[in-house]
């Protein structure tokens, strides 16, 4: 081709959008020597090219050379997706890997989606529940925790608190607590991080990264802690007696790596292996459409007193959960026939018995066989718990041998709340409030269901 014809060529793709190809007579060796059909143009060249920054469908027929551009197809959930968010990020969190994990890992991928961000590295345990409860965040599209289960549960409860004080609503006597208004994103960084896994299926932060990204938000039940009428806090799941003792036993040994802090705590809490006298009242979930129906609009209940179960008796560990609880060590979750947002709570009871058959009951979480067939585990499916220690007197101390003369906390009672260690010294009363906060993350089932489709070209 003569080099004035060529340098048309480029300046046309560079411009215009079409071209007069050369006359057929000076058409390239390899067209096809046939005549077209009239009306029918002939073509001999189609493909992607890029033109000047932009991907172009390009047709070269024996009369002209045509483009357009290529305008990529918006994926289901784009609309919806965050352009600023607050990041939170524990530096302690595991083995204090959550700052690399962030500016490696997540911050990169944020930055490619033309995500803002406004990261805060917390400094102490609460800074995060303070920060939240007065900084501004009119110009935020979401809240982005970056460590594990407690920071995370923290800042959903500062977020929840929050609503609620905005809504002018007292924090102390919640009976119809209101919607968390931002939504929340969880980027696992702990040591057993069951919120992300619950929520994605999989610990894995690219993942929570990229459902952040897309938008794709899941409405999340949640309970809230109270006793004598006063809120404790708010969380997704929670563990009393030989959890909550484990998790005691964990935090007064803080200088122990996590495993090593792990592996210890579990020991040493099956070695001293006691049940707690217990007085467990519960009310059993109502599936009525009405009652429903009215549930979902935060309509209180009338019919609830006649619907109280009471059991006393000795019990090595009691289990409310509102959320499935995966994790590494129980892949099929604590409580597998949870969904996160079903509008009920698993109360697993653990009753007393032998240590060696309570060994074989946790082991089972890890396999495949069904860790609740045992005589002395109870599964229910509830609305609401009470739980009563009854030995007031004889509570635990996770350091009693060391300290025998300590008082302080022989009158309160230790509870695992989401990884979190909290003391009560009375009957707690857990009660669940169907999708009160929505997290960045996608139905599990939705995912399984779905089928598998490909908008690339």
């Known amino acids: 081709m003569p080099l004035g014809r060529r340098g048309g060529r480029v300046s046309a793709l560079r411009g215009e959008g079409e071209e007069e190809a050369p006359p057929a007579a000076a058409a390239a060796p390899w067209a096809s020597p046939q005549q077209p059909e009239a009306g029918v143009e002939q073509v001999l060249l189609r493909g992607i090219f890029e033109i000047g920054r932009s991907s172009c469908d390009v047709v070269l027929s024996l009369r002209a050379l045509r483009w357009r551009p290529i305008l990529p197809e918006r994926p289901a959930g784009f609309s919806n997706r965050p352009k600023t968010l607050k990041i939170l990020l524990n530096p302690q969190s595991h083995k204090k890997e959550a700052t690399q994990v962030y500016y490696e890992k997540v911050e990169p991928l944020l930055?490619?989606?033309?995500?803002k961000t406004d990261v805060t590295i917390t400094e102490y345990e609460g800074h995060a529940l303070s920060l939240l409860k007065e900084c501004e965040l009119q110009e935020f599209d979401g809240v982005v925790c970056v460590g594990g289960d407690g920071s995370a549960s923290e800042v959903a409860h500062a977020l929840l608190l929050r609503a609620q004080k905005s809504a002018g609503t007292e924090a102390d006597s919640i009976l119809t607590p209101v919607r968390a208004q931002l939504p929340l994103g969880v980027i696992p960084a702990g040591s057993t991080n069951v919120l992300a896994h619950s929520l994605h299926g999989i610990a894995h932060v690219v993942t929570a990264t990229l459902h952040i990204i897309m938008g794709h938000v899941q409405p999340v039940d949640v309970?809230?802690?109270?006793t004598a009428g006063r809120l404790l806090r708010f969380g997704f799941s929670a563990m009393f007696g030989f959890g909550g003792r484990t998790l005691a036993l964990a935090e007064k040994h803080?200088?122990?790596?996590?495993?090593?802090?792990?592996?210890f705590a579990v020991i040493k809490a099956l070695a001293k292996l006691k049940p707690e006298d217990c007085e467990i009242s519960f009310l059993p979930l109502n599936s009525s459409p009405d009652l429903q129906g009215r549930r979902a609009q935060?309509?209180?209940k009338s019919d609830s007193d006649a619907r109280w179960h009471m059991i006393q008796g000795q019990f090595l560990n009691v289990s409310i959960m509102a959320i499935p609880c995966l994790c590494?060590?129980?892949?099929?979750?604590?409580?597998?026939?949870?969904?996160?947002?079903?509008?009920?709570?698993?109360?697993?009871?653990?009753?007393?018995t032998s240590r060696p058959e309570f060994i074989k009951h946790l082991k089972r979480y890890a396999s495949v066989k069904n860790q609740f067939n045992?005589?002395?585990?109870e599964m229910h499916t509830v609305e609401e718990v009470k739980v009563d220690p009854r030995n007031k007197v004889s509570a635990h101390n996770p350091e009693e041998e060391d300290q025998p003369h300590e008082t302080a906390s022989e009158t309160s009672f230790p509870w695992n709340v989401d990884g979190d260690l909290m003391e009560v010294t009375s009957e707690v009363h857990v009660k669940l409030h169907p999708r009160l906060i929505d997290l960045y993350g996608e139905s599990m089932e939705e995912m399984n269901d779905a089928k598998v489709t490909c908008n690339c070209l």
Do not use: E, H, Y
């Not at 309970?223 to 109270?226: D, L, M």
């Open 374 to 377: 045992f005589p002395f585990i």
């Open 298 to 300: 935060g309509s209180p």
């Open 111 to 115: 930055k490619i989606a033309g995500i």
């Open 328 to 352: 590494s060590v129980a892949p099929g979750g604590l409580a597998p026939n949870t969904r996160l947002n079903n509008g009920s709570m698993a109360l697993i009871i653990a009753r007393n």
């Open 254 to 263: 803080r200088w122990m790596s996590p495993n090593q802090r792990r592996d």
């Open 223 to 226: 309970c809230t802690f109270s």
